[in-house]
């Protein structure tokens, strides 16, 4: 995900501070050196990082916060809270009136990924809000980027209205509307060709598309890998525009995203999606809060939350967990957890989510092919091998054939059998602990007892090495 | 001026970089004007203005070790020359840019494409512009004489096929193409196999955008190269990485992948017509130590432009010294 990296270097700041029963100022200004050279490292634009810093700086040398209680977590908290500020602060609900047909109009630089998430927005109104979506071309420039959206419209079955590359792109968008209206499409999203913010006849081209639109929504799409440029990019597009809201896109990368940041603060748009991926099921709302708690190494439960929701259903859960806790835990349901799991989308992601885990997750391998390995190694067993995993855990022979048969080795058969006993172990364990007592900044504290086997065993003879648990 | 004014005697080199200063015009404005404007004679130099010059620096994308790094020396300088004028500070700026990233190594930014049958092979995520990019260079080498086969590498992203083939329309070279979906590598022999039929002199090859993180994508472009080696030998003649200019500190990283499992030969900087200050062609030459080959200024054909990083630094200080 893209800001760990930057989630990294401020969480090494706020180590810093973390645990000292007593602050001073020093301390305070120590920590935001820190955290100034990881946001400016992260593309955050320099008058932002000034700005922030100087901010929590304020708000954390308050006498209440140094003398207090705790200054140390207290002060964890400022940063969060500033953070979640430059986020957006509250969650930007994407809420369509759905008496009226209502249009969407996407603008933004070359290959900032507008094509793609015109799809990506298509799919989601479609599938989530259950309306009848419009696509429509507009891009008379850039050579097939019509058939992009065409292609992209095939895949989603939605419709895409387009005139190949003949006329304007004003006088198609006026023939577009009166085509959703015959047709009956309740939203209509407009894709636009790519184009330089300086430059001022394709600025003015857009303003005229944008008044025979007169779109309920103008969305900027941005390029999370953006640098120093970014604010600019925006200020531009949003002063011509009067833009409503942006999507970041290429989230799914490594950039540390620091031009989303920034972007929010100076315009003052809220950041309303992000784009995670090449599939057009890659497009997730923007919640300020929890990417602040991510970027701090909080883990996001809510969003993990959402995703089971989503994808999992609540009794196999339930059934699951009761399973898990009495210890009566075996092959089959292991099976069933993979692939809720896989449902949920990539492993790596979601364990990501879970507090304190991103940071022990670091040098872990999370490598999904393992994940169907395991899953032919128990598809390898027989029923009652897989109801009763003692079973094979006494026999050798039945060891190597399920090894031979999957075409792994007995190793990772081994491997298999010890990673469900810790899980068994670990989930027992899990039972007793209260979700309320995790401390923000450090999380993992109060679940002290569970530390995961997967530390203890690195120290081992490298046994289990590569091996992974939930 | 000493070494500055050394460099830029012969009158050729000067009109070459004039070529800079107008596709540069957003960038001198807002950045080096400004330096100029901080540097001007009479400031004194104090922790203000060092972090002033800080941040003018991190602003144009530079990349934040660098930038410190320059700026312990000139506090460093100042000191030790007891340095008062902010004017002087000018002169050891360029001087220390150019020690940073021209060095005595002579950069060779001529494509390499001497052999027979030359392959390009264009590589970066996307959206940096690898497709037009190529019909650029396409249309660059067709104007010196070379017959050039475009090859639609990118099987994945929908209209990517159709793209490439409408610019080797109206560039008027050869073009190659196998069915949206197929193995990309799979594409490449099959193209080679047709370059040798036909007499070409160079094929640019086309690939998928991606991240330099998905490990599989990069697993596949790694296959592309080992195959396009088997088939010629000495081949790709030139892995080029397009990155696009707007590219904050990812673009670092993104060298530094790329380079790892296709072993670039040089990046290609795009849409530097935009304010993008590019400072990260500076920054990638000095943790990877490729250069930046040729650089993109606009939408058209030709739009394209050989870089030699002298003329770059010269471009972006013409004002100030």
């Not at chain 1, 140094?66 to 400022?78: M, R, T």
């Not at chain 1, 799809?119 to 419009?134: D, I």
């Not at chain 2, 159709?162 to 069915?179: H, P």
Request: overall charge neutral; charged content about 30%.
């Amino acid at each position: 995900m893209a800001f760990d990296q930057l989630s990294d270097r401020i969480q090494m700041a706020l180590r810093r501070v973390s645990g000292k029963a007593r602050l001073t100022e020093k301390d305070i200004d120590e920590m935001m050196r820190e955290v100034r050279l990881s946001l400016l490292e992260a593309d955050v634009n320099f008058k932002v990082v000034k700005q922030f810093t100087k901010d929590i700086k304020e708000k954390a040398k308050d006498e209440k916060i140094l003398k207090g209680l705790n200054p140390s977590q207290q002060v964890v908290k400022v940063v969060r809270d500033e953070l979640t500020e430059l986020l957006g602060g509250e969650t930007s609900v994407f809420t369509l009136d759905k008496s009226k047909q209502t249009t969407i109009m996407l603008s933004g630089l070359q290959g900032s990924g507008k094509t793609t998430t015109a799809g990506k927005l298509a799919r989601y109104l479609s599938e989530k809000e259950s309306m009848n979506p419009l696509l429509v071309a507009l891009d008379v420039y850039r050579p097939a980027a019509v058939e992009q959206l065409k292609t992209i419209g095939e895949q989603l079955n939605i419709d895409v209205y387009d005139e190949g590359t003949r006329d304007k792109p004003e006088a198609i968008a006026k023939r577009a509307l009166e085509h959703a209206n015959v047709h009956q499409h309740d939203v209509v999203i407009v894709d636009t060709a790519g184009r330089l913010h300086i430059d001022e006849s394709m600025m003015d081209e857009l303003k005229q598309v944008k008044s025979v639109l007169n779109p309920d929504e103008i969305l900027l799409v941005l390029d999370a890998m953006t640098g120093q440029d970014a604010v600019s990019v925006a200020e531009h597009f949003h002063g011509s525009l009067g833009v409503s809201g942006s999507i970041i896109t290429k989230l799914d990368g490594d950039t540390r995203g620091g031009a989303a940041l920034s972007m929010r603060k100076v315009t003052n748009v809220p950041i309303k999606f992000m784009g995670l991926g090449e599939k057009l099921d890659a497009l997730e709302v923007f919640h300020p809060e929890r990417m602040a708690s991510r970027i701090l190494g909080m883990g996001d439960v809510q969003t993990l939350i959402d995703k089971v929701e989503e994808n999992v259903d609540e009794d196999d859960m339930m059934n699951l967990m009761e399973k898990m806790q009495s210890g009566k835990f075996n092959f089959n349901d292991y099976l069933k957890q993979l692939k809720m799991i896989k449902r949920m989308g990539s492993l790596g992601g979601i364990m990501k989510m879970i507090p304190g885990v991103n940071k022990m997750m670091k040098n872990a391998d999370v490598d999904e092919k393992k994940l169907v390995y395991i899953e032919t190694l128990i598809n390898g067993m027989t029923k009652e091998e897989r109801k009763n995993p003692d079973l094979i855990k006494k026999s050798g022979s039945r060891r190597r054939r399920i090894a031979r048969g999957s075409g792994r080795s007995v190793a990772e058969v081994n491997r298999l059998i010890q990673t469900m006993d810790q899980q068994k172990q670990a989930f027992k364990k899990m039972g007793d602990v209260d979700p309320n007592s995790i401390d923000p900044s450090n999380p993992m504290k109060g679940l002290g007892n569970m530390q995961p086997p997967a530390q203890k065993q690195k120290k081992g003879k490298g046994k289990g090495k590569g091996g992974f648990r939930f | 001026m000493g070494i500055f004014s050394n460099l830029f005697k012969s009158k050729k080199r000067k009109e070459k970089a004039q070529k800079y200063k107008i596709g540069m015009e957003k960038t001198r404005q807002n950045v080096f004007n400004q330096l100029n404007d901080l540097l001007a004679s009479g400031q004194t130099i104090d922790d203000d203005l060092f972090e002033e010059i800080e941040e003018l620096f991190i602003m144009a994308d530079m990349g934040v070790d660098t930038v410190i790094q320059l700026v312990n020396h000139l506090r460093e300088t100042v000191r030790l020359k007891d340095i008062k004028d902010a004017e002087s500070l000018k002169e050891i700026i360029v001087e220390e840019m150019f020690k940073r990233y021209v060095g005595t190594d002579i950069v060779d930014t001529n494509l390499n494409i001497e052999a027979p049958l030359n392959v390009l092979l264009f590589v970066g995520v996307n959206g940096v512009g690898k497709t037009t990019t190529i019909a650029k260079v396409a249309h660059l080498l067709q104007k010196e004489g070379k017959k050039v086969m475009m090859v639609a590498g990118d099987t994945f992203r929908a209209g990517a096929i159709d793209q490439l083939r409408v610019w080797s329309e109206r560039v008027g070279c050869l073009f190659f193409e196998k069915a949206h979906g197929s193995d990309p590598s799979s594409v490449m022999y099959d193209a080679i196999e047709h370059a040798k039929t036909q007499d070409v002199d160079v094929i640019l090859a086309d690939t998928a955008g991606r991240l330099q993180n998905k490990e599989n994508l990069m697993k596949e472009l790694s296959k592309i190269h080992r195959v396009i080696g088997r088939e010629i030998e000495g081949a790709p003649q030139e892995t080029l990485l397009v990155l696009d200019a707007t590219t904050g500190q990812n673009g670092v990283s993104q060298a530094k992948t790329f380079n790892k499992v296709t072993t670039l030969s040089g990046v290609v900087l795009t849409k530097l017509d935009g304010t993008a200050k590019g400072g990260i062609a500076l920054a990638i030459k000095e943790s990877i130590g490729v250069p930046v080959k040729m650089i993109g200024l606009g939408e058209t054909v030709d739009d394209l432009e050989y870089f030699d990083i002298e003329e770059y630094i010269y471009g972006l200080f013409s004002d100030v010294v």
